[in-house]
């Protein structure tokens, strides 16, 4: 896998060409290898996109101590944009050169506690993606035992890009 390349400025972010010139798939295939930066948040909050096809999206992380609540665990808003990224970058993935997506809601169902440093893989799917409007799913499970950690669900407006 190639070392991890996180927008650390502004000038780091794809150029307005590269947003409208790929398609959504063409894009997170790129930040995969590497030619493109993982987004400033993944690396805030200590995961990474590792994997894409059409209609999904496969993250790795694992939570740190800077993730906890004041009751010392994961704070939920960790897994929610761990699940509200490998969610979104799944409907990214069926999107057409031109074209991007934005989050219009999700929910998230939080099964059991992740431990401080657990690795766990998130992968997000597409169920429905339309000409306005994509749904999907997704998961965090624990990178060792497969148990289930979080799952949670989107629905993303699909417009022209900007």
Aim: hydrophobic share 40%; proline share 6%; with cysteine.
């Amino acid at each position: 896998m190639p070392d991890t390349y996180y927008a650390e400025t502004p000038d780091d972010l794809p150029d307005r060409e590269a947003r409208l010139s790929l398609s959504g798939l063409e894009f997170m295939g790129r930040v995969v290898a590497g030619t493109l930066p993982q987004a400033p948040i993944a690396r805030l909050l200590n995961f990474r996109l590792v994997a894409v096809t059409e209609g999904t999206a496969t993250f790795h992380g694992a939570p740190l101590f800077d993730h906890f609540n004041p009751m010392g665990g994961v704070h939920g808003g960790w897994y929610g944009a761990l699940l509200d990224s490998c969610m979104g970058c799944a409907v990214m993935t069926t999107l057409p050169a031109g074209r991007a997506y934005t989050t219009l809601e999700y929910k998230v169902n939080l099964v059991r506690a992740i431990p401080e440093g657990r690795p766990v893989i998130a992968t997000g799917s597409v169920t429905h993606a339309g000409r306005s409007t994509a749904v999907a799913t997704g998961g965090i499970r624990d990178a060792a035992t497969d148990r289930l950690f979080a799952a949670g669900s989107t629905t993303c407006l699909i417009m022209d890009a900007a």
